[in-house]
C-alpha cells in the first residue's frame, strides 16, 4: 500500500484528478444560484433540451467526478499488486474521464445563462 502512494504515476494522476474535481465544483458554485425557476439539466445536440430539474441537480455532476475518483482509486489499491497493467491504465483514464465531466459542467453552465 505505501509503495502505491509513492509511485510517481499514482500522485500525478491523483493531484491531475483533484485539481479537476476542484475545477468542476467551483464552476458549479460560482455559476449557479439558488433559484426556484428550473435549470437544464440535459442537452443533447440534435433532440435539443430533454430534462429539467432544480439548481441542486446540478451538483451531481460533481458527486460523479469524486465517486468516480475515489472508485477508480480503490480499485487502483485492489489491482496495484496483482495486475500492474490494468493499475496504470485506470490511473490514465481518470483524468480524461473528469475532463469530460468538467467539459459537460461548463457546457450546462453556458446553457443556463
Known sequence: MR???HNQWV???ASISGAII???LGFLFFNI???DRPYIIHYKAIGGIDLFGSWWNLY???????????????LVKILWEKIRDLSYFLLFVTPLLEIIILIATINIININR
Open 11 to 13: 500522485i500525478m494522476s
Open 3 to 5: 509503495k502505491l502512494f
Open 60 to 74: 451531481v455532476l460533481g458527486l460523479v467526478a469524486i465517486l468516480l475518483f475515489i472508485f477508480h482509486l480503490f
Open 33 to 35: 444560484q439558488p433559484t
Open 22 to 24: 476542484l475545477l468542476v
